[in-house]
């Protein structure tokens, strides 16, 4: 059974350029989050999909959004990058929305220069 | 606001000791409370939740204890191990909000 993956593992981009990050949550897992994790920082929430929708978001700008696909998986937009924009992406998944166990990938290292 | 922190950013550990890793909340209406390990180039691992409900929970090798009326959450490790050197989280969760908010972490480092 394959856990939480995600694509690529890492990316460099130029700053004003766009982004796109991959998710497939575990099997059997609909619920899936975003997270943005600076270097010697825990992870930051971004947002969550459930039922193709964002149902919750953190406190980052219109800049980051999202897409949950019928089969679960997602995609994370940065658009207009900027330097401070480079973090590890992580994506969790869980069960529904009344689990609370959340299982990580690897994430995905982004670099601005 | 709401916050979770930790008390040291780096505890270092004889191998076979117990260890304690420390953390501080503020939100008194969180309803669940979790511990991550991350290694380094990996992502987040569950470790062990408690909820407001009870003070004491044990896993293998680990227990996580409560403290909601000073609002303090603690991880013990028995019989630490070199596998254990990681980065450890506490973490909160609010159903109502249904995200969870991380502390800064504390590095736990194993002494041979």
């Known amino acids: 059974d394959a856990g939480v993956t995600q694509s690529p593992t890492h990316l460099i981009k130029t700053r004003g350029q766009q982004v796109t990050l991959r998710c497939s949550p575990k099997?059997?897992?609909?619920?899936v989050s975003w997270y943005q994790q600076a270097l010697g920082q825990g992870p930051q929430f971004i947002f969550q999909?459930?039922?193709?929708?964002?149902?919750q978001r953190g406190n980052f700008p219109d800049r980051f959004s999202g897409h949950q696909f019928p089969n679960y998986s997602s995609e994370l937009n940065v658009n207009a990058l900027l330097l401070g924009d480079s973090a590890l992406y992580l994506c969790a998944s869980r069960p529904g929305q009344g689990a609370y166990e959340q299982y990580f990938g690897p994430g995905t290292r982004l670099t601005v220069t | 606001g709401e916050s979770v922190g930790l008390h040291l950013p780096t505890l270092s550990v004889q191998e076979g000791d117990n260890s304690i890793i420390n953390c501080a909340y503020s939100?008194?209406?969180?309803?669940?409370f979790i511990w991550y390990k991350q290694e380094s180039g990996k992502g987040p691992q569950f470790i062990i939740d408690i909820r407001s409900n009870m003070d004491k929970r044990q896993g293998q090798r680990v227990t996580v204890l409560l403290n909601k009326t000073v609002k303090h959450l603690s991880l013990q490790i028995a019989a630490t191990q070199p596998g254990d050197s990681a980065v450890y989280f506490c973490a909160e969760n609010m159903k109502r909000d249904d995200k969870i908010i991380f502390g800064k972490g504390t590095r736990l480092h194993i002494l041979p």
């Open positions: 999909y459930y039922e193709e929708e964002e149902r």
């Open positions: 099997s059997g897992h609909d619920t």
């Open positions: 939100n008194s209406a969180s309803d669940y």
